[in-house]
């Protein structure tokens, strides 16, 4: 959530904000019922002050034995006014903040404005593999060494689920081994294993609710939802909390299963391990000072990155333009990995800053040197997803005789395992 000084006192900024990620909203309609909530504050200030001297003409007309009858019915006429301005303010103001929800972050200094055709490039990394044969996409891989197993995945589920089985599954489970263990002792993150559930609150303080609410799986009869991404109760942890100075910055890590219903709404990007309702992700997350923020961006891209470099991927990064970052983003970064079976770029990380836009909205504040309470920034960044990882290790390590070598960095989480191969 924006903070209402922004909006109040650069008003053209907000607009052009608005402008630049194709969202309507009247700035003006919001600017007028917060001065209609200032004027109310003001009148029941002014009300209340009358209130209290009145009751100090009472005290001092009863110990001179005269008549306060006059001043004492004012004063219940006054309690009558605040009662009536103060439920008119709790209107009004559940009115702003409704409104204020639907504004997305203002995009910093340096975002390209416009669709992802505007997306910038930043730099590539690696080479994509020239191959002596023709490579096979994942599912066909996957399908032919028994790892993969779609058909069944939709048995018992529906389309866009996957199913992992034998070296498959293990592959899995050693990533997110892998990645854990590297953003915990080289990266620096704590671990946590946070609920896969979250409840509205939760869901509204990193920004997924109200505006995507129809993308989210929910369970009705308790009105929680299945996570998108452990960046929600993981930056949720602190909210409603002040945190200290000194013990800024926070960095979290966490394991869970995401769940999307938007699998489905992308045309061809939609088979196999392309876009599925559940993957799973290892996130970072960051709790820091203001000013500190940008510059811990940048470390959270190089953390991601790092995962990318020691699975041997080739990859590009992207600064993501105003018409293609998530709505609580300030600024964005997407790694992309080569898959040569499919011949695409595909997404395994977002890392954003946030600014104070998600603990304005969780109410997650520090209080620093000189005692002043602040709002923190948080960021966030995928450290990396799957399914697409997994997509882009059997296409990039296929070999001619249909077998699949296993990253070196990933040989010790299976097992000593160096060869993917029909069981």
Known sequence: MLDMNVIRNDPERVKKALADRETEFDVDALLALDAKRRELIQKTETL????????????????????????????????????????????????IVDRMMQVPNVPAEGVPVGDPANNKLIREWGKPRKFDFTPKPHWDIGEALDVLDFPRATKIAEPHFSLFKGAGARLVRALVNFML?????????REVFPPFLANRKAMTGTGQLPKFEDEMYRMKRDDLFLIPTAEVPVTNMF???????????????????????????????????MRVHQFNKVEMVKFVRPETSYDELETL????????QLLEIPYRVLLLSTLDMSFSAAKCYD?????????????????????????????????DT???????????????????????ILENRQQKDGTVTVPEALQSYMGGLTRLAPE
């Open 48 to 95: 209340k002050a009358e209130r209290n001297a009145n009751s100090k003409k009472v005290s001092a007309l009863k110990k001179k034995g005269e008549d306060a009858s006059g001043i004492i019915q004012r004063t219940k006429e006054i309690g009558l006014e605040i009662k009536t301005i103060d439920d008119a303010l709790r209107t009004l103001q559940a009115d």
């Open 301 to 308: 891209l190089a953390n991601a990155e790092k995962v990318i």
């Open 239 to 273: 909210a409603d909390e002040i945190l200290n100075e000194g013990d800024l910055p926070i960095y979290f890590t966490a394991y869970s299963a995401c769940f999307r219903r938007e699998a489905g709404s992308y045309g061809k990007d939609t088979r196999a391990l």
């Open 181 to 189: 263990d590297l953003h915990t002792s080289e990266h620096g993150y």
């Open 370 to 392: 000189d005692g002043k309470v602040k709002f923190v920034h948080t960021l966030n960044g995928s450290g990396v997803a799957l399914a697409r990882l997994v997509a882009a």
């Open 335 to 367: 790694i992309e990995i080569w898959a040569p079976g499919i011949e695409r770029w595909l997404e395994v990380s977002s890392c954003s800053n946030f600014e104070d836009f998600q603990a304005r909205r969780a109410n997650i504040r520090y209080r």
